[in-house]
Every structure is written in structure tokens, then in C-alpha cells.
């Protein structure tokens, strides 16, 4: 009987220590900068450092970089067609998009301009409606779409020099290309096979490196490598379900964990990219495909 306890006990400590292991962020040794989120709809954060105490993203709306028009002769028939069947007839054009955005610091010697090209289209919706008088008409409406999955690319400029470049990967768990950086992020095999449309991954150069941001949709985290090396997780911010009483509703700030092995300036750069990140997130989740 006494063996037995001592087994569960062994059992149960190795148990608690698997679970701390597990718990433990991919960074053995880091610091942790907090960073104050001034609203929940508005990226823009403070935080106590020397060199950047603040740090937010201003994005634009996207420009349509090639002119496209529909045929005007194509318009009738279908349109033509769509009175007559009640079937809406679409059509599509390829277009590519410009989403401008600069990363903005309390120093301006630290901000970036943070351009993203996506390839997409613009269609065309024809939907057949009923006027009050019992006649029928045909109501048209473009739709813009962004195919992020078709090769969108990111540039990092700074003072008028390009420092980095990202393209967007849409299944990164799928994606032979980077799977040593996804075998660290997602932990387990059943990770690995639960899919997730919102996660993504941005692979690239920064400073000549070979740079990786991978974001986590069920952690809300993103990760950020240098070669095969994790130098960066922030948490992004943690906001409670409307579901939840309001007393028991917590607001968890976001922060960045940087590891402790690199210079002062490397963690200013993951900082940045850790704020570029979130800019790539919020344009793929503000203009879908």
C-alpha cells in the first residue's frame, strides 16, 4: 500500500512538472515589455523604455493600382439576362491593391513605413429587385476582394531604404516551406492538424536574415524568428466575451517577450516587427478574401 502511494506521488509531481514544461513560453531567458493599449479598436501603445515609449500603426485605405473597366456591351447582356431569369450574372476583373501604412514611435528616427501588394479583383454583382409597382430592375454592386493566399507582399522601409520584405503565407501549417517554424510554434500533432483560417505566417529578409513572423489564431500571439532562432512572442491583447458578466470580465494587456541573448538595438527591431505583425493581421482581418 505504501509502494503504491509513493508511485502515484512520483506520478503525480512528474505530472505537475510536464505541465510547467509545457506551460513555459519557446524563450528560455527574455524580458518582458508591457505594453499599454490606449483602446481596444486603436493600435496604439505605451511602454516603458528609453529609446521607444510609444509606438502605433496608421494605416490608409487601399488604392487600386491598375485601372480596370467593365465592357460596356458585356454590362447589357447580362444585366439583360438577370431581369429576365432572376439569376444574378457576375463578372470579375484582376486588380492589384496598395495598402500603405507607417509604423509611428515617440522618435521618428524609429519609425518605419510598412507598405503592403496584394493580388486580387474586383466583381461584379447583378441581383434582380422588385420596384413597388410590381416591375422588376436590376441593381448592380462591386465587391473588392483581396486574395492574400496569391502572393501579397510586404516592404519594410526605413529612412527611404528598404530594411525587409515579408509574403504572406495563409496555411502555415501546410506549408512545407516552413514547417521547422511551425514544428515550434504548434507544439503537438493535434495543434498541427487543427486548422485555423486566421492563422499566418510572413516570411522574408530583414537585415539581410532570413526573418519569420508566425501568428497563432487560439494563443492570439505572434512569433518572430530570426533563421531558426526565436527572438520574440508578443501577446496580443486579451479581450473578455460581451458573454461574460461584467464583473468578472478581464481586459489583459498585451506584451512582448524579447530574449535576453541579443543587443539593445535587436530589441527595438522586435518591437517593430512585433507591431508590423499586427498590421498584417489587422489588414487581412479588415479586407478579406
Wanted: charged share 20%.
Amino acid at each position: 500500500m505504501k509502494k503504491a502511494r509513493i508511485i502515484i506521488l512520483m506520478y503525480f509531481i512528474f505530472a505537475v512538472i510536464s505541465g510547467i514544461a509545457q506551460t513555459q513560453p519557446l524563450i528560455t531567458a527574455y524580458d518582458t515589455l508591457y505594453l499599454k493599449q490606449q483602446s481596444a479598436n486603436v493600435d496604439d501603445y505605451l511602454l516603458a523604455d528609453t529609446n521607444i515609449s510609444k509606438i502605433s500603426i496608421h494605416a490608409s485605405a487601399p488604392v487600386q493600382m491598375n485601372d480596370v473597366k467593365f465592357k460596356i456591351g458585356g454590362d447589357m447582356w447580362r444585366g439583360a439576362l438577370t431581369l429576365i431569369s432572376g439569376i444574378g450574372i457576375s463578372g470579375a476583373k484582376d486588380v492589384d491593391w496598395y495598402l500603405a501604412a507607417s509604423i509611428r514611435t515617440n522618435n521618428s528616427h524609429y519609425d518605419w513605413v510598412s507598405d503592403i501588394y496584394c493580388p486580387g479583383y474586383i466583381e461584379k454583382q447583378r441581383t434582380r429587385t422588385t420596384n413597388s409597382d410590381g416591375s422588376h430592375g436590376v441593381e448592380t454592386s462591386y465587391v473588392n476582394v483581396f486574395s492574400w493566399n496569391r502572393g501579397a507582399l510586404g516592404y519594410i522601409i526605413e529612412a527611404g531604404d528598404t530594411i525587409g520584405w515579408h509574403y504572406v503565407i495563409r496555411t502555415p501549417k501546410t506549408d512545407t516551406s516552413i514547417v521547422q517554424w511551425v514544428n515550434k510554434v504548434y507544439k503537438s500533432n493535434n495543434e498541427k492538424m487543427n486548422f485555423n483560417q486566421t492563422d499566418f505566417a510572413c516570411k522574408g529578409e530583414f537585415l539581410g536574415n532570413v526573418s519569420v513572423m508566425l501568428y497563432n489564431t487560439a494563443e492570439n500571439r505572434m512569433y518572430i524568428f530570426r533563421h531558426d532562432e526565436l527572438l520574440g512572442i508578443c501577446q496580443f491583447a486579451k479581450i473578455p466575451s460581451p458573454l461574460v458578466r461584467k464583473k468578472k470580465r478581464v481586459y489583459v494587456q498585451p506584451y512582448l517577450l524579447v530574449s535576453t541573448g541579443i543587443a539593445a538595438p535587436d530589441k527595438n527591431d522586435m518591437l517593430r516587427l512585433a507591431i508590423t505583425g499586427k498590421r498584417f493581421k489587422n489588414a487581412m482581418e479588415n479586407y478579406h478574401q
